[in-house]
Protein backbone atom coordinates (compact mmCIF):
# COMPACT_ATOMS: atom_id res chain seq x y z
CA UNK A 1 0.00 0.00 0.00
CA UNK A 2 1.00 3.61 -0.37
CA UNK A 3 0.46 6.05 2.46
CA UNK A 4 -1.51 9.41 1.71
CA UNK A 5 -0.67 12.45 3.68
CA UNK A 6 -3.35 15.37 3.59
CA UNK A 7 -2.34 18.49 4.96
CA UNK A 8 -3.65 21.43 5.17
CA UNK A 9 -7.20 21.41 6.89
CA UNK A 10 -8.48 23.79 9.91
CA UNK A 11 -10.91 25.77 11.34
CA UNK A 12 -12.04 28.75 9.14
CA UNK A 13 -15.13 31.62 9.09
CA UNK A 14 -17.75 30.87 5.95
CA UNK A 15 -16.34 32.97 2.84
CA UNK A 16 -12.81 31.92 3.87
CA UNK A 17 -10.49 29.99 2.10
CA UNK A 18 -7.67 26.82 2.56
CA UNK A 19 -5.26 24.81 0.61
CA UNK A 20 -5.54 21.28 0.99
CA UNK A 21 -2.26 19.08 0.35
CA UNK A 22 -1.78 15.33 -0.40
CA UNK A 23 1.14 14.06 -0.67
CA UNK A 24 2.87 10.56 -1.32
CA UNK A 25 6.12 10.51 0.70
CA UNK A 26 8.77 8.68 -1.06
CA UNK A 27 6.76 7.68 -4.42
CA UNK A 28 5.69 8.64 -7.55
CA UNK A 29 2.08 8.97 -8.33
CA UNK A 30 0.82 7.59 -11.77
CA UNK A 31 -2.66 7.90 -11.30
CA UNK A 32 -5.74 10.45 -11.62
CA UNK A 33 -5.95 11.89 -8.27
CA UNK A 34 -8.82 12.74 -6.39
CA UNK A 35 -10.58 14.77 -3.15
CA UNK A 36 -13.37 13.41 -1.36
CA UNK A 37 -15.01 14.32 1.85
CA UNK A 38 -16.83 12.90 4.32
CA UNK A 39 -19.03 15.38 6.88
CA UNK A 40 -21.37 14.05 10.01
CA UNK A 41 -23.78 12.23 9.09
CA UNK A 42 -23.37 11.62 5.33
CA UNK A 43 -21.93 9.35 3.15
CA UNK A 44 -18.62 9.96 1.64
CA UNK A 45 -19.13 12.14 -1.41
CA UNK A 46 -16.58 13.55 -4.24
CA UNK A 47 -15.66 16.53 -4.13
CA UNK A 48 -12.49 16.63 -7.15
CA UNK A 49 -10.71 14.35 -9.55
CA UNK A 50 -8.03 15.58 -11.96
CA UNK A 51 -5.94 13.44 -14.78
CA UNK A 52 -2.51 12.30 -14.39
CA UNK A 53 -1.58 15.15 -16.77
CA UNK A 54 -3.78 17.60 -14.94
CA UNK A 55 -5.50 17.97 -18.55
CA UNK A 56 -8.97 16.77 -17.33
CA UNK A 57 -10.80 18.00 -13.91
CA UNK A 58 -14.10 17.12 -12.49
CA UNK A 59 -15.97 18.66 -10.09
CA UNK A 60 -18.78 18.17 -7.66
CA UNK A 61 -22.02 20.90 -8.43
CA UNK A 62 -22.17 21.69 -4.66
CA UNK A 63 -18.14 23.49 -4.95
CA UNK A 64 -17.91 24.44 -8.97
CA UNK A 65 -16.34 27.84 -9.36
CA UNK A 66 -14.96 27.88 -5.61
CA UNK A 67 -12.88 24.87 -5.24
CA UNK A 68 -9.65 23.76 -7.92
CA UNK A 69 -8.06 20.80 -8.04
CA UNK A 70 -3.89 20.59 -9.24
CA UNK A 71 -1.21 18.49 -8.88
CA UNK A 72 2.71 18.49 -9.14
CA UNK A 73 3.90 15.41 -10.32
CA UNK A 74 7.61 16.62 -9.22
CA UNK A 75 6.45 16.92 -5.80
CA UNK A 76 4.01 13.66 -5.93
CA UNK A 77 1.28 16.42 -4.46
CA UNK A 78 -1.79 17.36 -5.44
CA UNK A 79 -3.60 20.06 -3.86
CA UNK A 80 -6.92 21.93 -3.27
CA UNK A 81 -7.83 25.35 -3.57
CA UNK A 82 -10.82 26.11 -1.78
CA UNK A 83 -12.29 29.40 -1.55
CA UNK A 84 -15.63 31.02 -0.66
CA UNK A 85 -16.34 28.33 2.28
CA UNK A 86 -19.51 27.63 3.85
CA UNK A 87 -20.33 25.78 6.51
CA UNK A 88 -21.63 23.14 4.49
CA UNK A 89 -18.51 21.88 3.85
CA UNK A 90 -17.38 21.28 6.85
CA UNK A 91 -16.09 17.71 6.46
CA UNK A 92 -12.72 15.12 6.71
CA UNK A 93 -11.10 15.74 3.58
CA UNK A 94 -9.04 12.96 1.66
CA UNK A 95 -7.36 12.08 -1.40
CA UNK A 96 -7.05 9.26 -3.38
CA UNK A 97 -6.11 7.85 -6.13
CA UNK A 98 -8.13 6.43 -9.43
CA UNK A 99 -7.26 5.36 -12.49
CA UNK A 100 -9.20 8.01 -14.40
CA UNK A 101 -10.26 11.04 -13.20
CA UNK A 102 -14.09 10.07 -14.54
CA UNK A 103 -13.92 7.08 -12.31
CA UNK A 104 -12.90 9.01 -9.71
CA UNK A 105 -16.20 11.11 -9.86
CA UNK A 106 -18.12 7.76 -9.20
CA UNK A 107 -16.25 6.79 -6.23
CA UNK A 108 -14.08 4.18 -7.35
CA UNK A 109 -10.58 4.31 -5.91
CA UNK A 110 -7.49 2.18 -6.11
CA UNK A 111 -7.47 0.77 -2.37
CA UNK A 112 -3.47 0.73 -2.17
CA UNK A 113 -4.01 4.22 -1.32
CA UNK A 114 -5.08 5.60 1.45
CA UNK A 115 -4.66 8.63 4.25
CA UNK A 116 -6.07 9.43 7.59
CA UNK A 117 -7.85 12.46 5.45
CA UNK A 118 -7.65 16.52 7.07
CA UNK A 119 -10.51 17.83 9.08
CA UNK A 120 -12.20 21.49 7.64
CA UNK A 121 -14.21 23.28 9.70
CA UNK A 122 -16.38 26.05 8.70
CA UNK A 123 -18.19 28.11 11.38
CA UNK A 124 -20.82 30.69 10.29
Known amino acids: QVQLVES???LVQAGGSLRL????PGRTIRYAMGWFRQAPGKEREFVAALSWDGGST??????KGRFAISRDNAKNTVYLQMNNLKPEDT???YCGA????ATLTRGQ???DYW???TQVTVSS
Open 21 to 24: SCAA
Open 58 to 63: YYADSV
Open 91 to 93: AVY
Open 98 to 101: GITA
Open 8 to 10: GGG
Open 109 to 111: VIN
Open 115 to 117: GQG
